[in-house]
């Protein structure tokens, strides 16, 4: 089973990807938020809150892949 991690502007979201009989799916298990915020005059990301996020997901990917009877071999961060 496999995390993805898809990063946009100021969102992300987390999947587990797994092969079934039926095919390839995929189920978002966490999605977040981390917008820029001002600092020192000039926006930046808020990098703890992005990581935050992206800790949260990958333990809701690994929680989900357990409950399919598996574990987490490989990530994938789409930026």
């Known amino acids: ?17 797994r092969v079934t ?8 298990v966490h999605r977040f938020t981390y917008a820029p915020r001002v ?3 000039h926006l930046r990301w808020d990098v703890a809150r992005l990581f935050d996020g992206l800790q949260t997901g990958l333990a809701a990917a690994r929680r989900s892949a357990a409950e399919f009877g598996g574990r987490l071999r490989s990530v994938g961060v789409d930026a």
């Open 21 to 28: 009989p039926h095919g390839l799916a995929l189920d978002e």
């Open 1 to 17: 089973m496999y995390a993805a991690i898809d990063l946009g502007a100021g969102s992300g979201r987390a999947f587990l990807g």
């Open 39 to 41: 600092c020192d005059g």
